[in-house]
């Protein structure tokens, strides 16, 4: 329990830190506490939400006093270096890139120094861990961005990003599920659902997961079922 920081975050939340920044070794300590508190079942938990370096633990204070809340996470705490990291699973989303797709491809080739189809060659080339999921359902912050097209988020973002469009923000990409307002640079769209809210579960990878993208055409895009337009 020495290695965690724990916040009070309101009545019946605790964010508990386990480290700095976005870090993969941070993080599969994240994802073993997460599973270590799932395992337990406890009544008064209601929600473990890993993230980049921190877990967020819902909890019922009705059910649980301060000090057992404190007492369930150091069990855990000290199973934490022998918890096998869960199982990831790889999920495959196909990307047609550029153009109407891609509107800010060409932006990024030029901040970067690179051809286009350079910048598809290593955006294709990663495999993606998934450190956290929000701002929007389903909306997957994702690390290991090689270094050569890292790029600054737009000065002024766009009010509407189309659903299935994929960005660069610094070192992360990731991918819109809706439309709604961004500002990562956009390089490309997958014609893939991605949240579907009467499916269970909604969207198809959860934090820990890792995710490859793979080049399509325009047609291959439109045969997929994907529109044009946001």
């Not at 964010?15 to 976005?22: N, R």
């Not at 910048?119 to 050569?148: M, W």
């Not at 509407?160 to 819109?176: C, D, E, K, M, W």
């Amino acid at each position: 329990m020495e290695a965690l920081q724990v916040r009070v975050s309101g009545d019946r939340l605790l964010i508990v830190e386990l480290g700095k920044g976005i870090d993969p070794v941070c993080n599969d300590r994240v994802h073993r506490l997460a599973a270590l508190l799932t395992a337990a079942q406890h009544p008064a938990v209601e929600a473990v939400v890993p993230s980049y370096c921190t877990l967020a633990l819902y909890y019922d204070p009705e059910k649980i006093t301060w000090h057992a809340l404190i007492d369930l996470l150091r069990r855990c705490a000290r199973r934490l270096e022998t918890e096998p990291v869960p199982q990831a699973h790889v999920v495959e989303i196909p990307v047609c890139y550029g153009g109407v797709f891609g509107p800010d491809l060409e932006a990024v080739a030029v901040l970067a120094g690179l051809e286009v189809e350079e910048v598809i060659r290593l955006h294709c080339a990663g495999y993606y861990r998934i450190y956290a999921i929000g701002f929007t359902p389903g909306f997957c912050y994702l690390g290991g961005l090689d270094p050569r097209i890292h790029t600054p988020r737009l000065k002024t973002p766009r009010v509407l990003v189309p659903a299935g469009s994929v960005g660069i923000a610094g070192g992360q990409t990731g991918v819109y599920p809706l439309a709604g307002p961004g500002g990562w640079q956009l390089i490309g769209r997958t014609p893939r659902r991605l949240f579907t809210p009467d499916r269970s579960p909604p969207v198809p990878y959860q934090p820990g997961d890792t995710i490859c993208f793979r080049p399509i055409s325009a047609e291959q895009f439109a045969r997929l079922g994907g529109e044009e337009q946001g």
